[in-house]
């Protein structure tokens, strides 16, 4: 019997690559066959480095469609195609309590959560639409369903899951396939930036496991609806949050 990858022969764009969910993502999508574009603001080339092979890195801004359309189109222009796009990069800049009342905050938080996975869907979708095929993933969060977060950060959320709805059903007919990954708390780049061991602790025991997830588990829920073997599944924002939305 000949094992195969998941992924195989397939060619994956991650945005936030270079940490995190990101990163475990695009080193789970190589191990399972893909070809992987890594890209993010800071530490996309270490990501690329350490999965080696295939993969390349491009620093660049989701909020900046031009730099966006461009690593799409030179993606095409390497590989042929896009078959896999995980929309992950985001950023959660608010205190829950006490910053409604920040704006900037807010409108700095839609600007990179919704409107950058916008721009990135749109040039995504220029190439997939044509070749009647591809499979978005989309992070969002529980937050997307509970308002345990600071304003900006809640709405960005609840929005790429709504991003995700829509986008699903316009292009079902074209083949291809939009879901998203809701994560519970995750350890990574931004849990650590935000949350100290005390505080990690009382995090923990907020979720029915008593524990916080590692990236590599959500990476895995994210191969999988990339992949083929999720042929009848669009639209559907996946919890992977141990039961912490079913509490
Ligand atoms: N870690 C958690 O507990 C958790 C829970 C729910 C949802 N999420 C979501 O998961 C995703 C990944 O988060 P993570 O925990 O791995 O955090 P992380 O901070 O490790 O990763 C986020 C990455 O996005 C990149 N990024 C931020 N703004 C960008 C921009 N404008 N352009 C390009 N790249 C940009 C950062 O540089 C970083 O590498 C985010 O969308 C986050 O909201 C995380």
Same mark, same amino acid.
């Given at each position: 019997?000949? &094992? #195969?990858?998941? %992924? +195989? /022969?397939?060619?994956?764009?991650? $945005?936030?690559? @270079?940490?995190?969910?990101?990163?475990? =993502?695009?080193?789970?999508?190589?191990?399972?066959?893909?070809?992987? &574009? #890594?890209?993010? %603001? +800071? /530490?996309?080339?270490?990501?690329? $480095?350490?999965? @080696?092979?295939?993969?390349?890195?491009? =620093?660049?801004?989701?909020?900046?469609?031009?730099?966006?359309?461009?690593? #799409?189109?030179? %993606?095409?222009?390497?590989?042929?195609?896009?078959?896999?796009?995980?929309?992950?990069?985001?950023?959660?800049?608010?205190?829950?309590?006490?910053?409604?009342?920040?704006?900037?905050?807010?409108?700095?938080?839609?600007?990179?959560?919704?409107?950058?996975?916008?721009?990135?869907?749109?040039?995504?979708?220029?190439?997939?639409?044509?070749?009647?095929?591809?499979?978005?993933?989309?992070?969002?969060?529980?937050?997307?369903?509970?308002?345990?977060?600071?304003?900006?950060?809640?709405?960005?959320?609840?929005?790429?899951?709504?991003?995700?709805?829509?986008?699903?059903?316009?292009?079902?007919?074209?083949?291809?396939?939009?879901?998203?990954?809701?994560?519970?708390?995750?350890?990574?780049?931004?849990?650590?930036?935000?949350?100290?061991?005390?505080?990690?602790?009382?995090?923990?025991?907020?979720?029915?496991?008593?524990?916080?997830?590692?990236?590599?588990?959500?990476?895995?829920?994210?191969?999988?609806?990339?992949?083929?073997?999720?042929?009848?599944?669009?639209?559907?924002?996946?919890?992977?949050?141990?039961?912490?939305?079913?509490?």
């Amino acid at each position: 019997m000949t &094992l #195969v990858g998941m %992924l +195989d /022969g397939k060619t994956a764009f991650v $945005t936030g690559g @270079g940490s995190g969910i990101g990163r475990a =993502t695009c080193i789970a999508f190589a191990r399972e066959g893909a070809k992987v &574009l #890594v890209a993010d %603001l +800071d /530490g996309a080339e270490e990501t690329a $480095t350490a999965i @080696g092979g295939d993969a390349y890195a491009v =620093t660049l801004d989701i909020t900046d469609h031009v730099a966006v359309d461009a690593a #799409v189109d030179g %993606l095409v222009a390497r590989w042929g195609r896009i078959d896999i796009a995980f929309n992950n990069a985001g950023i959660n800049i608010e205190n829950k309590r006490d910053h409604w009342d920040r704006l900037d905050l807010f409108d700095r938080t839609m600007e990179v959560n919704v409107r950058g996975m916008m721009i990135c869907m749109i040039a995504e979708l220029r190439h997939m639409a044509p070749a009647r095929s591809g499979s978005i993933v989309n992070t969002a969060s529980t937050a997307g369903f509970s308002g345990i977060a600071g304003p900006g950060y809640v709405a960005s959320k609840h929005a790429v899951v709504g991003l995700t709805r829509s986008a699903a059903l316009r292009y079902a007919e074209e083949g291809i396939r939009v879901n998203a990954l809701c994560p519970g708390a995750t350890f990574g780049g931004m849990m650590s930036k935000r949350h100290d061991p005390e505080s990690l602790k009382v995090k923990a025991r907020a979720n029915p496991v008593n524990r916080i997830a590692d990236p590599e588990e959500l990476a895995e829920a994210v191969v999988f609806m990339a992949s083929d073997r999720a042929s009848y599944m669009t639209g559907h924002p996946m919890a992977v949050d141990g039961g912490f939305l079913a509490a």
